[in-house]
């Protein structure tokens, strides 16, 4: 029975699912074009002559200066026979034969000499790239401060040994995996699953002309005075969505869904974005961990109301078009917004620049500071309840959290305006009266609120009852595919006639991401099954989840992906293949060691699946969900007691977890022990009262405890809802 709900549980708590069967596990041909150039792409070289006003302002912008060779003239940090040491680590900088090169002495007392072969960025800060093995640049973690002219480390304080992800050696800081594709034109990544190495190529070494308005060998022909040409035009992005395909792919943070960028194809047809989880972003949806801007933008009013990147951005400098509350006002009405009746400071001031109250901002690697482009509204009543951070006390950091929200009253009165992020905190709530439901349902549906903090809503929603499925259903119709999307992963725990059912309608959907999690509710399905034209269907969309499973397969997390998909496809030597990859890839990637457990469980390994869940816990000793699958092993081992203990350890650290409270509950069911199971059957349903496992098992306890009224009235309830 324990070895069941083991398996089972694993299940519900797969991250994500994979499509590509190991024939198909080697690297996804590109298709060929018929051009001159490589790919078409003619550099930014060919540009000038007719573009020249556009090359002037591009020229020393971010894009120009995102990746360049180490010369004299591009490597900014001092490298004349310096030393330091910073976090433990000692490195001395210097040049020989022209080159430049850093010695560093590692935590263990390693020491190795590197040649810096490329920069990355200039201000505010530059960092370093070395050549590695298997096609491989690192970039360095010490990085050159360009405002203050001094060597500093990013994550100032942190003592990071070789073996951790983070160390700059390692995945975080690898630049194929993680700048690549957005530092340089045309890149290609080029990474071989089989062999873990790359072979990436791009037609220029910076952000050119290209990156944005695609290959230029159609029209460069065109204005020689090639009228054969037809396909001349090249990418010119003048609205909203326009610009989000152009811009957003490498200004959000995303998962991809296909192996290299395609200029000004649609945004979910290449990636998904990341939502406003409390990992990357406060409960509130303002910024804490860096998110490119877009993950932002799309959450503010400004977009929509139709504002572009272009309103306050020129998109060949990137500088601001206007300084100050100007740019603001080139759509606040002055006379109502840039006066002391509206933001009580005095005129002049930092304190009245608008940005300083609706753009807050947050330093990103040491030294950049970058501000929130959600535009919000200060809510510093929201901090009183959720503890977010606001504007006002942002400031005014010797005054309370309520004090600001006082004075909010007293100047714009008691009523706040409706804002989607009171939903959003909603949504993270442990649990939700049937109030509060109602409330979440009814915004997860209302298309007047921003798509990414709905679709952000429905992924932190906990499903407990049928109805809320049924809500869920409903929603299906956005016009959102990430909202689809986080809706279709809803429903990953349902039998596979069910999933089936409800994927098959939208497997052929015509935007990437929809289909690609239509794939993923039935990757355990035999489509041969199907008839067609469903069956071609699902083909396709499976194709497009191969695609995306590749795209990250250099990734810790997406090994992870592959793993899952072997798991659920029952070849679980692969599987343990490629969760050893993934937490060799990152000691830390800690979902991996309980998936890693329950495939050696489920090949009757007991001693790794102990070994390895005895290794998570002492990583994290406070993950409840460690202790629960280590419980469920015990009892597979015959070790009732450290099981029960290892159960109760669980509750003890999640309270919410009933899971662990329905597993005591049958353990004491079965041991007799009526009390101590109704006790616990109990708390399980105070968490998920609809659940039927636990309904069902409530019912047989009250018939050990000789309460048959009270076990056929639930038992009555359990056939009606399934209609026998």
């Known amino acids: 029975m324990f070895k069941v709900s083991f398996t089972a549980f694993f299940f519900l708590l797969i991250f994500f699912s994979c499509n590509s ?28 002559s007719c573009h020249k006003k556009e090359t002037h302002l591009w020229k020393g912008s971010h894009h120009d200066l995102a990746m360049q060779v180490a010369n004299d003239s591009t490597v900014l940090g001092d490298f004349n026979d310096v030393s330091t040491v910073i976090d433990k680590v000692s490195y001395h900088f210097y040049r020989k034969d022209g080159g ?30 070395v050549d590695f093995d298997k096609g491989r640049k690192q970039v360095l973690r010490v990085t050159w401060d360009s405002l203050k002219k001094k060597w500093y480390h990013q994550y100032k304080g942190d003592i990071i040994p070789q073996h951790d992800w983070l160390h700059w050696t390692k995945g975080a800081q690898n630049w194929n995996t993680m700048c690549a594709e957005c530092h340089s034109t045309n890149l290609k990544k080029n990474y071989f699953v089989e062999k873990d190495s790359f072979h990436t190529t791009y037609s220029v070494i910076n952000v050119s002309c290209e990156s944005c308005h695609g290959p230029g060998e159609k029209h460069l022909e065109w204005a020689a005075g090639d009228q054969k040409s037809k396909d001349y035009q090249i990418l010119n992005s003048t609205t909203k969505i326009q610009q989000i395909n152009e811009c957003a792919p490498c200004h959000s943070r995303r998962s991809k869904l296909t192996q290299n960028l395609t200029p000004g194809l649609t945004y979910e047809d290449q990636y998904m974005i990341q939502t406003l989880t409390p990992n990357f972003y406060f409960p509130d949806g303002q910024i804490m961990d860096e998110d490119y801007v877009v993950g932002s933008f799309l959450q503010s009013k400004m977009y929509h109301s139709s504002v572009k990147c272009t309103n306050c951005h020129d998109p060949h400098s990137m500088q601001l078009k206007f300084q100050g509350n100007t740019l603001c006002l080139q759509c606040h009405v002055n006379t109502d917004y840039n006066t002391p009746k509206h933001h009580f400071h005095k005129m002049g001031t930092e304190e009245s620049q608008c940005i300083n109250c609706h753009m807050t901002g947050r330093t990103y690697m040491g030294n950049d500071f970058r501000r929130d482009h959600s535009f919000r509204i200060p809510r510093p009543d929201q901090s009183v309840k ?19 929200a006082d004075y909010i009253v007293k100047w714009y009165g008691a009523k706040r305006r409706d804002h989607f992020s009171d939903a959003l905190l909603l949504s993270t709530k442990a649990s939700l009266s049937a109030k509060e439901k109602e ?3 009814a915004f997860i549906s209302d298309t007047k609120y921003p798509y990414i903090a709905r679709a952000t809503a429905i992924e932190n929603m906990q499903i407990t009852s049928n109805d809320e499925y049924v809500s869920l259903l409903k929603a299906l119709n956005d016009s959102s595919a990430l909202v689809k999307y986080k809706i279709l992963q809803k ?34 399905l035999d489509i041969n099954k199907l008839h067609e034209p469903e069956r071609s269907k699902a083909m396709a969309a499976f194709k497009d989840y191969k695609e995306m499973l590749y795209a990250g397969a250099d990734f810790s997390t997406g090994r992870m992906q592959m793993g899952d998909y072997f798991m659920r496809k029952g070849n679980l030597k692969e599987a343990l293949k490629n969760y050893k990859i993934a937490i060799q890839k990152d000691s830390l990637i800690l979902p991996a060691y309980g998936n890693l457990a329950t495939t050696y469980s489920m090949l009757s390994d007991n001693q790794n699946a102990l070994k390895t869940l005895n290794t998570l816990i002492h990583l994290d000793p406070q993950n409840s969900r460690a202790y629960y699958l280590r419980a469920l092993l015990y009892f597979e081992m015959k070790q009732e007691d450290k099981a029960v203990a290892d159960l109760k350890k669980a509750t003890e650290i999640n309270p919410n977890d009933g899971r662990s409270y329905y597993n005591l509950a049958t353990y004491y069911y079965q041991k007799k022990i009526q009390i ?28 050990g405890l000789g309460n048959i009224q009270g076990s056929k009235r639930i038992m009555d309830q359990l056939q009606k809802e399934t209609g026998q």
């Open 100 to 129: 430049f090169f850093v010695n560093i002495k590692e935590l263990d007392g390693t020491v190795n000499d590197y040649q810096i072969k490329y920069t990355f960025g200039f201000t505010p800060l530059q960092q370093y790239l």
């Open 439 to 441: 409330k979440l349902n």
């Open 386 to 404: 959720y503890n977010t951070p606001n504007a006002c006390t942002g400031c005014h950091k010797d005054k309370s959290d309520k004090w600001a």
């Open 491 to 524: 429903f990953n725990g349902l039998p596979l006639e069910q999933r089936t059912s409800l994927a098959l309608k939208h497997i052929n959907d015509t935007v990437k991401l929809v289909r690609v999690g239509a794939a993923n509710l039935i990757i355990d």
């Open 21 to 48: 069967p190991k024939k198909e596990y080697n690297e996804i041909k590109q298709i060929a074009v018929n051009s001159t150039h490589p790919d078409g792409y003619v550099g930014d070289k060919n540009c000038v």
């Open 676 to 703: 101590s199971a109704l006790k616990n059957i109990q708390k399980a349903l105070q968490i998920d009262p609809q659940n039927r496992d636990y309904r069902y098992l409530l019912a047989l306890i009250y018939q």
